[in-house]
């Protein structure tokens, strides 16, 4: 089946540690997404790549990374610079075009004590 | 810059009856938007989208409207279903035309 794996569920990481999470999508598509949800709060995004070693920033980057080397992995990193990283985050793809609905994943529940 | 709201946080309502979800947006009309469904600790899936010149989509027993006098669409759920709870989200493109930008959702409850 075609879709988005992101991995792990759950993370669980003590403060002033990085973190990377995984994403992972055999839809062939060009565009990959990152977001973050907190409660109460919609989908807020974090970074985005239209095509392989290409990535900009969203409205919140500071204090993440990303990398784009390969079409189908487009792993976060949340770094001991983001100063609340205790969130949901949901990474997404898409076919380029305007039109294109997004795919997401099931979510990664990252908590920092 | 633009802006996308929903208004209403939680929606209760009968089996039965139909929900109607709104979404505002500000500044420009997008040429589209989105709704999306999520479920507890779920990713959101895609259910519709509505171009600007549309003034109405169905699929099933949804049905979306689009107006631009009032930068407004609505999304109904014709007789409810306890499986239709869930929350709704709602979304426009940004300006650079690369990525959506998603409005906060409305949490649907539907009672038996």
């Known amino acids: 089946d075609g879709g988005i794996t992101q991995s792990p569920k759950y993370l669980f990481r003590k403060e002033g540690q990085n973190v990377t999470l995984s994403c992972e999508q055999n839809l062939n598509h060009d565009a990959m997404y990152w977001y973050r949800q907190d409660p109460g709060q919609g989908l807020r995004l974090i970074y985005y790549s239209q095509i392989v070693n290409d990535f900009q920033k969203g409205d919140i980057a500071e204090g993440y990374s990303v990398s784009r080397e390969k079409k189908e992995s487009f792993p976060l990193t949340v770094t001991s610079a983001q100063k609340n990283p205790t969130a949901f985050y949901l990474c997404a793809s898409s076919q380029t075009g305007d039109l294109s609905p997004l795919h997401f994943g099931n979510g990664t529940r990252l908590t920092v004590t | 810059s633009q802006k996308i709201e929903q208004n209403s946080e939680a929606l209760n309502i009968q089996e039965g009856k139909t929900a109607t979800l709104t979404c505002n947006y500000t500044?420009?009309?997008?040429?589209?938007l989105q709704w999306y469904r999520q479920d507890p600790g779920r990713g959101p899936v895609f259910l519709l989208l509505?171009?600007?010149?549309?003034k109405e989509k169905r699929k099933e027993r949804l049905k979306v409207t689009f107006d631009t006098t009032l930068k407004q669409s609505l999304f109904h759920i014709t007789a409810s279903q306890p499986a239709d709870s869930a929350t709704y989200l709602c979304a426009r493109v940004n300006q650079a035309g690369t990525a959506l930008i998603f409005g906060k959702g409305t949490t649907l409850s539907v009672s038996s």
């Open positions: 509505i171009r600007e010149n549309e």
């Open positions: 500044n420009y009309s997008p040429a589209y």
